[in-house]
């Protein structure tokens, strides 16, 4: 390792640090993102959703159900009332997530042992708290339920003891794998991580790059390019260690499973996305621009992740591009590796595509440096200069 090559990587460290919008890329954005975008998950469980309760009934049944739903940590009761008309007027208004419809002649039929349907709605414009409104009625409905068959078991000469296992013969123990509490934030902010680590390397570093080849300059060997290339990536390390040594553990969220699975998977991740970035910024050879096109990329690249919608659903095409991006692949290994503890062997075909991703963009990032110095980008002011 020359002299040349180290004063290179001290100086683009230091050109890193006097560049306000790069410094703001590589290294500040990282620490806002960590607790801007995880914050709002932080409870992991929408609870209290407001509803309404349309009774018809006016019954003790009814109103057992209307103390179920008081006491139930998913469902606010904001409206009780006979008049389903109003219901629906408060969830079209937005005051309510949804209603529970109790006919009348609900405790009668109850009574003479008669199933009896209980109408929930739901606004599915919103799918979380739509979730949270069925499945927060079906608790209490089914709670209350329960109550009324273990009294009809036991007033067939059953005991306590002997009526619960008849209406409950085989119980059922659910446990979430890797996502404990079933939060939101669990299972989304991880994978998101990758993809904030990714767009902040590829705007930093293109904008880094594409300042360098705005004016005309003396051509550089590609060893001094490397030199800049490692600079970048051990900033990018650094943003990427901050996620996953210290916000994962503060949020809570699974993480450690594989430590150095997920530091090999990094690695290359890092490189990869300074490498294209890196490529990007001397073909575009102007740092507006490469900011400009690489924050229009990143909600599509969010739905090629296979995150929020599932890579297998989509076309050919986009499959095939989506392995082409190193989030996306990064994606699927840091997760089995880090949240999963899955060993290297599960991952091998995505550590392979990362490699093949950080040795391809370097190529790339090669040749379009040599391509620009061989031909610089021509702007109207250095013409009329």
């Known amino acids: 390792m020359s002299r040349s090559w180290l004063r290179e990587l001290?100086?683009?460290?230091?050109?890193?640090?006097?560049?306000?919008?790069?410094?703001?890329?590589?290294l500040i954005a990282p620490l806002i993102y960590s607790f801007f975008y995880p914050w709002p998950y932080s409870s992991e469980q929408l609870q209290r959703v407001p509803v309404a309760l349309v009774d018809q009934d006016h019954s003790a049944l009814s109103r057992q159900v209307q103390r179920f739903v008081q006491a139930s940590p998913r469902l606010e009761l904001r409206l009780l009332t006979a008049d389903e008309g109003a219901a629906r007027a408060a969830l079209a208004a937005g005051e309510i997530r949804g209603y529970a419809l109790l006919p009348a002649g609900l405790k009668r039929e109850a009574g003479l042992g008669r199933g009896q349907v209980v109408p929930v709605l739901a606004d599915g414009a919103y799918f979380l708290p739509n979730k949270i409104v069925l499945q927060g009625f079906a608790e209490v409905?089914?709670?209350?339920?329960?109550?009324?068959?273990?009294?009809?078991?036991?007033?067939?000469?059953?005991?306590?003891?002997?009526?619960?296992?008849?209406?409950?013969?085989?119980?059922?123990?659910?446990?979430?794998?890797?996502?404990?509490?079933?939060?939101?934030?669990?299972?989304?902010?991880?994978?998101?991580?990758?993809?904030?680590?990714?767009?902040?390397?590829?705007?930093g570093v293109a904008m880094w790059v594409g300042q360098r080849f705005e004016r005309p300059a003396p051509a550089q060997s590609l060893s001094l390019w490397s030199a800049r290339l490692t600079a970048l990536a051990a900033l990018g390390g650094l943003s990427a260690a901050w996620f996953y040594a210290l916000i994962f553990p503060f949020f809570g969220y699974a993480h450690g499973g594989n430590p150095a699975g997920s530091a090999l998977a990094l690695a290359l991740l890092v490189w990869a996305s300074c490498a294209a970035g890196m490529a990007l910024g001397a073909l575009l050879a102007d740092r507006e621009r490469a900011m400009a096109l690489m924050l229009a990329t990143s909600l599509p690249m969010a739905f090629l992740a296979g995150f929020s919608w599932p890579r297998e659903a989509l076309p050919l095409p986009l499959w095939w591009l989506g392995e082409a991006l190193p989030a996306v692949t990064g994606i699927q290994a840091l997760l089995r590796l880090n949240q999963m503890d899955a060993p290297l062997q599960a991952v091998q075909p995505q550590l392979l595509s990362m490699a093949l991703q950080a040795l391809g963009y370097s190529l790339l990032a090669a040749w379009a440096i040599a391509h620009r110095q061989r031909h610089p980008a021509h702007k109207e002011w250095s013409i009329a200069q």
């Open 10 to 26: 001290l100086a683009t460290w230091r050109a890193v640090l006097g560049d306000a919008g790069v410094l703001l890329m590589l």
């Open 141 to 203: 409905l089914g709670t209350v339920s329960a109550g009324i068959e273990l009294r009809q078991l036991q007033a067939g000469g059953q005991s306590p003891r002997q009526a619960q296992a008849s209406r409950s013969p085989l119980n059922v123990e659910l446990a979430a794998l890797y996502n404990p509490h079933e939060g939101y934030g669990s299972a989304v902010v991880p994978a998101v991580a990758v993809l904030i680590i990714q767009q902040l390397l590829l705007i």
